[in-house]
């Protein structure tokens, strides 16, 4: 290879005795096909559409059949740039693990936390202290902050008032009678990301906690009864990180329980907060070396993608799909913003967005009220729909909401009672009403009787059916009678008339009185149907 020629030909200096040339002029390395540069970014797509096929399943494939330099950073950042593949493929890895800090103090900080609903409907309040482990709890009633709060008040009144107190931010931690009760008893409150619920340290009580109340429930055992055992058995027994009890721990002279008291000296408490720190050190180590713990790059200023934690089905996106901007950055979680509303989201929680460029508008098809990925339908109980958009907001108190795009067409049910007892605006039944408004009903299901016709003409052909069945097929498609009304006039006016076929049966004098009237004859015995279920009314 000559010094003066391009980089881009001196990379096959390493292959060339695999390089080969067929008789139509292909080059080959061995028996893959050695693509140009303009059908390589072709290739990746064609491998990637339809499955939406992850990074290494493209690459896979593509190497099955083709030879390029640079194939995984260009498979990598076209994955990347996929809408569908952000949204429907969770992340691969999780965030390094970082620990709590090991307290100087006993009963200095605190973590709390509910546990339940039980089979009662009670819930366990659970205060634990983070420097010896020392776990208190009691029953309540609810979640409610004047339940929770006289509970964690009986407990700070036991052992006293901590520094600070670190909790989720379901209720009632999120209250302002929580933030009142603090400030009275000069108690930072912490939390922790939302909807992380690995982040409190108090987690790790609640699994003996419910493997406790679990037995107690199948035993038909006092739950009272069993909490008070459960705390002073896991008050006595040595804790595997600080190798000492917590009740010894935070007491020094331990409790005097079913077994003998043993008394710990200040030296022992030291040498346990040493040992719990290197403990929690050496267990940061061991887990941060997996290759599956890669801390997420982002800085104030990307945009990113939230977990949607408002999965309804296996359908709905992994993550939203509208973008927030980071803020702020702290150990372990993230500051958002996206369309004035401020989010606190885990590392783990969040996507980084290549390349995404914010509008300072709403999306353009919510703007023309066409519907989005967070539509759904609600189905009633006459078949017909009601359409509306999820908040795209799931903060407590400060959920933004967006233009709804609702039908205009009344229900069914409303329209037939309006066909029996008259409607509000004329005071009498639709055959009495002014001609005008007759008129303007007819204008507004215009458009949905033409489009029926178009899709039944196309369904049936130029077949003189249309005429005959037309009524049978909409009734039992729950469309409303006057829909009935004009898709048989706009039949007949394209030549499809009933004299023609020779097959409709003759109306009668009441229903052809009733087609004078704006309804089809099928609206009859659905009133006469109604009727009798309302006891002849």
């Given at each position: ?79 990347r ?21 090991v307290p ?38 609810s ?8 509970a ?64 107690a ?72 070396n997996?290759?599956?713990?890669k ?9 990113v ?27 372990g ?205």
């Amino acid at each position: 290879m000559p010094k003066s020629a391009r980089e881009e030909l001196k990379r096959f200096t390493k292959i060339l005795p695999e390089i080969t040339v067929t008789g139509n002029g292909i080059l080959l390395k061995g028996e893959r096909i050695i693509l140009p540069q303009s059908l390589q970014a072709e290739s990746i797509k064609l491998a990637h559409q339809g499955s939406h096929t992850g990074q290494t399943g493209i690459v896979r494939r593509l190497r099955y059949h083709f030879f390029f330099h640079g194939m995984e950073g260009m498979v990598q950042d076209f994955v990347r740039q996929c809408e569908s593949c952000q949204l429907f493929t969770d992340k691969k890895t999780q965030e390094p693990i970082i620990p709590h800090k090991v307290p100087g103090k006993c009963w200095s900080e605190v973590a709390v936390d509910l546990f339940g609903p039980m089979p009662n409907a009670k819930h366990v309040v659970v205060v634990q202290d983070m420097a010896s482990r020392f776990p208190a709890a009691k029953i309540v009633a609810s979640t409610k902050a004047d339940k929770v709060i006289p509970a964690i008040e009986d407990i700070y009144d036991t052992y006293g008032n901590p520094d600070s107190q670190l909790s989720d931010n379901g209720p009632p931690f999120n209250s302002k009678a929580m933030e009142q009760f603090a400030s009275k008893r000069d108690i930072c409150l912490k939390k922790t990301p939302p909807l992380h619920p690995s982040s409190n340290p108090v987690e790790t009580f609640m699994k003996p906690l419910g493997k406790a109340m679990k037995a107690a429930h199948n035993g038909n055992e006092s739950k009272h009864t069993t909490l008070a055992q459960l705390l002073s058995n896991y008050r006595d027994t040595p804790h595997p990180a600080t190798g000492l009890p917590p009740a010894a721990m935070l007491f020094r002279d331990a409790s005097d329980s079913v077994f003998p008291r043993v008394t710990v000296s200040e030296h022992q408490v030291e040498a346990a907060r040493k040992r719990d720190w290197e403990t929690k050190a050496e267990r940061q180590l061991e887990v941060n070396n997996s290759k599956y713990k890669k801390r997420t790059d982002v800085k104030i200023g990307d945009w990113v993608l939230i977990r949607n934690f408002t999965k309804r089905s296996k359908f709905d996106p992994l993550f939203q799909p509208e973008p927030c901007m980071v803020t702020e950055i702290m150990d372990g979680w993230v500051a958002l913003e996206r369309a004035g509303t401020r989010y606190r989201r885990h590392r783990d929680d969040i996507k980084a967005v290549p390349d995404y460029q914010p509008i300072s508008h709403p999306p353009s098809n919510m703007q023309t009220g066409q519907q989005t990925q967070w539509e759904f339908t609600l189905n009633d109980d006459d078949d017909e729909y009601t359409s509306c958009y999820i908040p795209l907001q799931h903060e407590a108190g400060t959920t933004q909401q967006y233009e709804a795009a609702l039908p205009t067409i009344p229900r069914r049910s409303a329209r037939l009672q309006q066909h029996q007892e008259g409607s509000p605006a004329s005071g009498g039944p639709l055959g009495q009403q002014e001609e005008g408004s007759a008129q303007v009903l007819e204008q507004q299901e215009e458009t949905s009787a033409q489009a029926t016709y178009q899709r039944m003409q196309h369904q049936e052909g130029p077949s003189m059916r249309v005429a005959t069945g037309l009524g049978d097929t909409l009734h039992g498609n729950a469309l409303h009678d006057s829909t009935l009304q004009g898709s048989q006039q706009q039949a007949h006016q394209h030549g499809a008339t009933v004299q023609n076929a020779g097959t409709a049966p003759a109306l009668s004098a009441p229903q052809q009185g009733l087609q004078r009237r704006g309804r089809h004859p099928k609206a009859h015995r659905t009133q006469q149907f109604l009727r009798n279920l309302r006891g002849g009314r």
